[in-house]
């Protein structure tokens, strides 16, 4: 009889998961990230971002480790939407 377990089900990406899309929203931050996943993430996680204006909120670059802000001299690691890391 063959085993099989439930890891045997599932195939893990080959790329390391990256961030493809960023939407912020009044009261949240969507994350569209490479293997498919969308992480709705809350805006109070980020004091700087939720006491910025929506102009200084939409100025940001995605970079291979997360997302920064220039203007606003905040940077947030990819790591921070991925496995229930709050």
């Known amino acids: 009889m063959l085993s099989t377990t439930l890891k045997d089900h599932f195939s893990r990406p080959i790329e390391p998961t990256s961030i493809k899309k960023v939407k912020i929203e009044l009261n ?4 569209f990230l490479s293997d498919g996943r969308i992480v709705y993430t809350p805006l109070d996680w980020f004091p700087i ?4 204006n929506p102009s200084q909120r939409e100025k940001f670059r995605i970079s291979p480790r997360g997302i920064h802000w220039s203007e606003l001299d905040e940077d947030i690691p990819i790591e921070t939407f991925l496995d229930d890391y709050r």
């Open 28 to 31: 949240m931050i969507i994350i």
């Open 49 to 52: 971002l939720r006491s910025a």
